[in-house]
């Protein structure tokens, strides 16, 4: 088969140990490399040109032409970038589709050049998939089908209904691990933390600016967010979560960028409008709880927090305070496509998300086309009118999450090294050849949730 893979700056070091092994199978190699600083050594490596100031084309129609992506791009949402060359790199992506005719493309679906060739890839219909960490159970990865979260292939492992209600219950309660986690002593973390800066003085060196923010960019990001967070907690001390006699609606902030919001819910990207939008659609009895990621980023903006500062219902949780603290006082959740919604469905907790999922199968896992419709959800939990998932319900969604999924760490080697264990690699590989396989035979399906009625 012909496989081509789309660079993914220092994921790409682990993507080329696959791409070896896929290699050695017989499979043709071909990459798509936009950063010059991470050019792979196996297969034929397209490495595009970085364009020339007459080749930026600053119009206007660029935005309106690819105005999905703009709007996806974190170089231009978080970075004061600009899209002026998306049609240089639209059509060189074009070109080496066209000359390689891959049957298969993997890569990411987060910076702006695999978007590009995501629209592209769908436009001709090759299928392009993008392997990532499985929420749950950890030490697993899916593929999901271009910018979706719709998981395609899956070992479709046996699971007995005893092993299934066990992770269910294990999630539920909080005691399993969420993805994949590496415990590393600070000195490592500081080492990576160094080389990551050296490499991207060295990609910015090269010219690579669409992709790599500039230090001075990133120092005035990280100042601006050192203070939004220390506020953000100063106002989170003198409130609390629980509210006796009122009802408690969490909504857990997804962490910017990441391709969680950025991407695959770019329609609710303005967190700051969408808690704005659930306050005023809920009643003067109903308390939302934000709790942000104890590493927040770009999301804990100035215009949340006056949003926050601005209202008593508004609830903001400490940075220190866990979900585990924070879970047992909640009511019911809202979430744009979080792994909170695994959690709450295992946990008994009312949930509902704003981009649909495979849980959205079941009716504990209410699907919201809109915001306004979280008061709905809110009078169900009151009138104890929403279902709670059952045993049997637990058991099929359990058993879903590990035939959708295979054993294996996909991750970058420079925060997780274990990655590129060659165990690891060998595990991760097994799974590719899977999915390369179920691509050749059509008659294979990814399994879906089958609720039971």
């Known amino acids: 088969m012909r496989v081509l893979f789309v660079e993914n700056k220092q994921a790409t070091l682990f993507w080329e140990k696959v791409a070896e092994r896929l290699n050695l199978d017989g499979h043709q190699i071909a990459w798509i490399v936009q950063n010059h600083t991470f050019k792979p050594r196996v297969g034929s490596v397209y490495v595009i040109p970085y364009p020339s100031r007459s080749q930026l084309d600053p119009d206007d129609t660029v935005t309106s032409r690819w105005d999905q992506i703009v709007r996806s791009d974190r170089n231009i949402n978080y970075y004061r970038g600009n899209p002026h060359h998306y049609r240089y790199y639209a059509h060189e992506i074009e070109r080496i589709l066209d000359a390689e005719s891959p049957h298969v493309v993997f890569g990411e679906a987060t910076l702006f050049h695999e978007l590009l060739c995501v629209e592209y890839c769908r436009q001709r219909n090759i299928p392009y998939l993008n392997p990532e960490v499985a929420r749950y159970p950890a030490g697993r990865f899916v593929f999901y089908r271009y910018d979706s979260v719709e998981p395609f292939g899956g070992s479709g492992e046996p699971l007995t209904d005893a092993d299934a209600l066990s992770l269910a219950y294990g999630i539920g309660q909080r005691k399993a691990k969420v993805g994949s986690l590496w415990n590393d002593p600070v000195r490592f973390q500081r080492l990576r933390q160094a080389y990551n800066l050296m490499l991207m003085f060295w990609s910015r060196f090269q010219g690579e600016s669409y992709n790599t923010p500039s230090l001075l960019t990133r120092i005035a990001n990280n100042r601006s967010l050192a203070k939004s967070r220390e506020r953000w907690d100063s106002i989170a001390v003198k409130r609390h979560v629980h509210n006796k006699g009122g009802f408690s609606l969490l909504y857990p902030l997804h962490m910017a960028p990441e391709a969680s919001i950025d991407v695959r819910g770019n329609a609710y990207r303005d967190q700051t409008k969408l808690i704005g939008d659930i306050l005023a659609a809920t009643d003067g009895n109903t308390r939302i709880v934000v709790k942000p990621n104890p590493f927040s980023k770009y999301e804990m903006c100035t215009g949340l927090i006056d949003l926050v500062e601005s209202s008593d219902r508004l609830v903001p949780v400490p940075h220190a305070r866990n979900m585990g603290d924070v879970f047992p006082a909640i009511d019911a959740i809202v979430t744009v496509v979080g792994t909170v919604s695994i959690e709450a469905v295992f946990a008994g907790k009312p949930v509902g998300t704003l981009v649909r999922t495979g849980f959205n199968k079941v ?91």
């Not at 086309?369 to 979280?374: A, F, I, T």
């Not at 060998?426 to 039971?452: M, S, Y």
């Open 363 to 453: 009716p504990a896992c209410r699907f919201l086309r809109l915001p306004s419709e979280v008061a709905e959800l809110v009078d169900d939990v009151r009138e104890q009118r929403f279902p709670r998932a059952n045993n049997a319900e637990w058991i099929m969604l359990a058993k879903w999450l590990v035939q959708t999924s295979y054993p294996g760490l996909v991750a970058n080697p420079f925060s997780i090294p274990q990655s590129i264990f060659p165990d690891n690699v060998a595990r991760v590989h097994a799974g590719f050849c899977d999915v390369i396989n179920n691509l050749a035979t059509p008659q294979r399906k990814t399994p879906e949730v089958q609720p039971e009625r």
